[in-house]
């Protein structure tokens, strides 16, 4: 409670208490304040914010998105993100953990998810839906979502 909101823009001194701050200062975010878990999550955060295709974004909260990947656990991606012409679950995920059997089948859920989303978004007029996991260490601030996109889409 004493902690003051931080600016998204400028990474933390100390990394390890990350998910403990409070960040600000957004403008294309759903919500103004964020927690991220990791530097990627905030740097992530930044390109969302930077990349003028990308019109909206936010990091759902446990439960928002119903994503199940195993029967009795769900999953939430770290962000959606809504660009021009489509929306976007993306994960950071730590470089050595994206091959992980737990990850891939969050991967396998979501991309399922997607296409149930995409279906119903194309029978009202909407926008397709794609999921991307990106490794943390590809995460720079100088990116842009649709390049990210580009490399990091798992079909």
């Known amino acids: 409670a004493s902690e003051a909101v931080r600016d998204f823009r400028q990474p933390p001194a100390d990394l390890r208490n990350m998910s403990s701050l409070v960040f600000g200062g957004f ?12 530097d990627a999550e905030r740097r992530f955060a930044v390109i969302c914010e930077n990349d003028p295709s990308a019109r909206k974004w936010f990091k759902p909260a446990k439960g928002q998105l119903q994503i199940h990947y195993r ?15 489509e929306k976007i679950l993306a994960e950071t995920k730590a470089a050595n953990e994206v091959a992980s059997q737990n990850v891939q089948d969050k ?26 996991l990106v490794p943390h260490t ?5 990116m842009t979502i649709q390049g990210l996109a580009a490399t990091f889409t798992v079909k």
């Open 27 to 38: 403008l294309k975010c759903l919500y103004p304040q964020q927690k991220f878990d990791s």
């Open 71 to 85: 029967s009795d656990q769900s999953y939430e991606p770290d962000f959606v993100v809504e660009t021009e012409t």
């Open 138 to 142: 590809s995460v720079q601030e100088n």
């Open 107 to 132: 991967a396998a859920a979501a991309i399922q998810w997607c296409k149930h989303a995409t279906a119903h978004e194309l029978a009202v007029g909407g926008k397709p839906w794609r999921y991307i």
